[in-house]
């Protein structure tokens, strides 16, 4: 670098704060190398969750767990929202973070943050199902192995969420029901949706909820939810598990 000026110099990368420093080689200069570090700390994000009453647009107080999907850390906050049912938390950008609530008296929420992208929103608004009578969740990620009752691996996450709902909610109970495809005979398919009912209902005896809270029921090829039922992947999603509140007692 040319003696007699003045310097500027910069670093800058996607998701972090730029940093510079100046280099003044207008004096007398000592050395013929110089060495500095610089470093660079990652942007934060002021991210905001809106959790609402999906009726009523009441905010709902709730247990909030974030994972940071990169390092597997998790932050645990217990949410008291404002009256407009919002918080604001501090995310690291160029980050993917799974969001999990469960509040008690409301359906669990869980969803994926993709903060790697520069144009992902800052926000989200998450409307809460309260749990009643008749109620229905989607249970997305119940998986067997094939022609089993085995659980697959990829089941427990989407188990942990239930138990958690389970917990947080003593006052319900639910029934949880299998479904299959129509391939194979009606017969067989009913047997093996009791099975894969029952095997999810042990799980979840297996990790302290009361086996009262559950009862367990397969329904064979007998009620799909999607339509034509001979498309591969029309079968792929009749073969599902589903959960429905049949009793909510009141505290």
């Known amino acids: 670098m040319p003696l007699g000026k003045k310097y500027i110099i910069e670093a800058e990368k996607?998701?972090?704060?730029?940093?510079?420093?100046?280099?003044?080689?207008r004096g007398v200069v000592q050395f013929s190398e110089f060495e500095r570090d610089l470093e660079l700390q990652i942007k934060k994000i002021d991210y905001e969750i809106s959790l609402s009453d999906s009726e009523t647009g009441e905010g709902v107080e709730a247990m909030v767990e974030i994972t940071n999907l990169s390092t597997n850390e998790k932050i645990f906050k217990t949410v008291k929202t404002d009256k407009n049912g919002?918080?604001?938390?501090?995310?690291?950008d160029g980050t993917r973070y799974?969001?999990?609530v469960t509040p008690k008296g409301y359906a669990f929420y869980n969803t994926t943050v993709d903060l790697v992208d520069e144009n992902a929103e800052h926000s989200i608004d998450v409307k809460l199902d309260a749990l009643k009578k008749a109620t229905k969740i989607a249970?997305?990620?119940i998986n067997f192995e094939f022609n089993s009752a085995d659980l697959n691996k990829s089941s427990f996450d989407e188990l942990k969420m239930l138990i958690k709902l389970l917990q947080t909610n003593p006052q319900i109970k639910i029934e949880l029901s299998a479904h299959t495809d129509d391939v194979g005979s009606a017969a067989y398919n009913l047997k093996l949706s009791e099975k894969r009912a029952m095997s999810v209902k042990e799980y979840l005896f297996n990790n302290d909820i009361n086996l009262e809270q559950v009862v367990s029921k397969g329904?064979?090829?007998?009620k799909p939810a999607f339509f034509p039922v001979e498309t591969e992947e029309n079968r792929a999603k009749n073969r599902r598990?589903?959960?429905?509140i049949i009793e909510v007692i009141e505290e």
Do not use: P, Q
């Not at 996607?14 to 080689?25: A, C, G, I, P, R």
């Not at 329904?219 to 007998?222: A, L, Q, R």
């Open 219 to 222: 329904y064979g090829e007998s």
């Open 139 to 141: 249970l997305n990620d």
């Open 98 to 100: 799974e969001i999990s």
């Open 14 to 25: 996607s998701h972090y704060e730029n940093n510079k420093f100046e280099l003044d080689l």
């Open 86 to 92: 919002k918080i604001k938390i501090k995310l690291r």
């Open 241 to 244: 598990v589903e959960l429905e």
